[in-house]
């Protein structure tokens, strides 16, 4: 299973991710964790310079943007995904290509169709079993960022217009392929999102289990 998480910076993708990762494992599943940018070195180099390059780099063109996601992208599919996958892994992964397609082509945008096909050349046309679109209002998502605390990224730091323009395009991204896609509204309680995320999984997989945490948690969000 390839599983990932897509959002607005403050969705609980993280929360989410973490919580579906010690599902799996509790199913006696290998389970791969991790994320773009930044899932191997190069993809580290990638995050620095994307989302905290500061004047040593200056403005970064929206298609240089895109060409380094997709570098990273075509790193991490074969250094860590692709292997995974092919021993038998669930892996579970923070962000993927319909981020470059919200951020870079409607944020940025940049023609939807050229990222698209961008992407897919890069990771040799692997797309995920099931993505989780956990849906935010960019004021909500720009509370919760501000709550905990840090600098702002460059994605994070960009106008009101742009994070409602990524939103808009990750919602027209769920209505294309909803077979795919499982939108789920951020806002919630993340036990209640969490126990709608396995139940997806165990529909599609057939492993059982109840959630992982335990009643009197609080809510992260991450």
């Given at each position: 299973m390839f599983i990932t998480f897509e959002g607005g910076d403050g969705a609980g993708k993280t929360t989410q991710a973490e919580l579906l990762g010690a599902w799996c494992v509790a199913q006696g599943r290998e389970v791969v964790r991790t994320r773009e940018p930044g899932g191997t070195p190069l993809g580290v180099e990638v995050r620095r310079i994307l989302l905290h390059g500061g004047d040593e780099i200056g403005a970064v063109d929206p298609r240089a943007e895109a060409l380094l996601y997709a570098a990273d992208r075509a790193q991490h599919v074969a250094q860590v995904v692709r292997p995974a996958l092919a021993r038998g892994a669930a892996v579970v992964q923070d962000r993927y290509i319909d981020s470059s397609l919200a951020y870079q082509g409607a944020g940025r945008v940049l023609d939807v169709a050229e990222v698209r096909q961008l992407s897919a050349w890069a990771v040799g046309g692997l797309w995920p079993d099931l993505t989780v679109l956990l849906d935010i209002e960019p004021g909500v998502a720009a509370e919760r960022r501000a709550a905990r605390g840090g600098a702002a990224d460059r994605l994070e730091a960009e106008a009101d217009a742009f994070h409602r323009a990524v939103r808009d395009g990750f919602l027209a991204l769920a209505a294309a392929e909803?077979?795919?896609?499982?939108?789920?509204?951020?806002?919630?309680?993340?036990?209640?999102?969490?126990?709608?995320?396995?139940?997806?999984?165990?529909?599609?997989?057939?492993?059982?289990?109840?959630?992982?945490?335990?009643?009197?948690?609080?809510?992260?969000?991450a």
């Open positions: 909803p077979d795919r896609y499982l939108v789920l509204d951020a806002a919630r309680p993340f036990t209640e999102l969490h126990i709608e995320i396995t139940r997806r999984v165990a529909a599609m997989t057939g492993w059982d289990g109840g959630p992982v945490f335990d009643a009197g948690q609080g809510s992260p969000q």
